[in-house]
């Protein structure tokens, strides 16, 4: 396999990385939630729950989400760094 070919499939294997983290903390935070309102909150109105611990979860999910965007970012960003000193620049 040529480089330009493994740098391709590199590529592609780090958005795909980004977009199920940011997917999977969001859903994480999102379930913790639902589930503590649940458990804190069974009754509320006729709703099953307030969403206080929903939301908040859900904030918390998109936070950890974006932040494990930014350190694969920042990690990439470092391998080019190493890369390009490794040269003799």
Request: proline fraction near 2%; glycine fraction near 12%.
């Amino acid at each position: 396999m040529e480089d330009k070919d493994k740098e391709f499939w590199r590529g592609i294997y780090t958005l795909a990385t980004v977009g199920i983290n940011m997917v999977a903390a969001t859903f994480i935070g999102l379930g913790m939630g639902w589930l503590l309102d649940n458990k804190f909150f069974p009754r509320f109105f006729h709703w099953e729950s307030q969403p206080i611990f929903t939301l908040a979860f859900l904030v918390f999910g998109i936070i950890a989400g974006f932040r494990n965007i930014f350190l694969i970012v920042r990690e990439k960003g470092d391998t080019g760094k190493n890369k390009d000193n490794q040269d003799g620049s």
